[in-house]
Antibody, heavy 123, light 111 residues
Framework: EVQLVESGGGLVQPGGSLRLSCAAS????????MNWVRQAPGKGLEWVSY????????YYADSVKGRFTISRDNAKNSLYLQMNSLRDEDTAVYYC????????????????WGQGTMVTVSS | QSVLTQPPSASGTPGQRVTISCSGS????????VNWYQQLPGTAPKLLIY???QRPSGVPDRFSGSKSGTSASLAISGLQSEDEADYYC????????????FGGGTKLTVL
């Protein structure tokens, strides 16, 4: 079964750091570009970051640029999001999502989503 | 304020046909394809339509998508109670807004 499972969420104080992980299974992880998408409580979806299959291309939303770092370990079938200098407005459920086609260069739909992990930034 | 504009709500009765609009600009919908996602209450989003009008395997043909200029639409025919969900449009944006932008979402209520 094709599956993405996020972990690492929790409660953190403003200015703190957190590292999210996304474990992939059931498909050849190294062939697919990946994304992080977040959803604040009661709000809509917001794309956060993209990483290509080989990590050669990375994009960030302006709202997280300079604070968040996306990475992946294809040997461990895992995607990561290092979040630093966290702010109240970063409070959200964070989803990892797969690009639909293998070796896509972005511009592709997200066909597999994880169940999400909740990040709460509060003092 | 989302880059793509959707109506916040829509409704219909079982069996009815409903449409949800998504309005953008030349840098996103006008020059790239549109994807639609369905989010049932308390669950993760699910890909419903990609490349304007393509359905992934397993998505009923009651769901259809279209695009014209800088706007797109999602149509649901033969509305069913299980279609009650939030629907989001998304497109790649070639401007500083991007690269990916979403609509604010439309909550569909089946009366």
């Amino acid at each position: 079964e094709v599956q993405l499972v996020e972990s690492g969420g929790g409660l953190v104080q403003p200015g703190g750091s957190l590292r999210l992980s996304c474990a992939a299974s059931g498909f050849t992880f190294s062939s697919y570009s990946m994304n992080w998408v977040r959803q604040a409580p009661g709000k809509g979806l917001e794309w956060v970051s993209y990483i290509s299959s080989s990590s050669s291309t990375i994009y960030y939303a302006d709202s997280v640029k300079g604070r968040f770092t996306i990475s992946r370990d294809n040997a461990k079938n895992s995607l990561y999001l290092q979040m630093n200098s966290l702010r109240d407005e970063d409070t959200a459920v964070y989803y990892c999502a797969r690009d639909r086609r293998r070796y896509s260069s972005g511009r592709d739909a997200f066909d597999i989503w994880g169940q999400g992990t909740m990040v709460t930034v509060s003092s | 304020q989302s880059v793509l504009t959707q109506p916040p709500s829509a409704s219909g009765t079982p069996g009815q046909r409903v449409t949800i609009s998504c309005s953008g600009s030349s840098s996103n919908i006008g020059s790239n394809t549109v994807n639609w996602y369905q989010q049932l209450p308390g669950t993760a989003p699910k890909l419903l339509i990609y490349s304007n009008n393509q359905r992934p395997s397993g998505v009923p043909d009651r769901f259809s998508g279209s695009k014209s200029g800088t706007s797109a639409s999602l149509a649901i025919s033969g509305l069913q109670s299980e279609d009650e969900a939030d629907y989001y449009c998304a497109a790649w944006d070639d401007s500083l807004n991007g690269p990916w932008v979403f609509g604010g979402g439309t909550k569909l209520t089946v009366l």
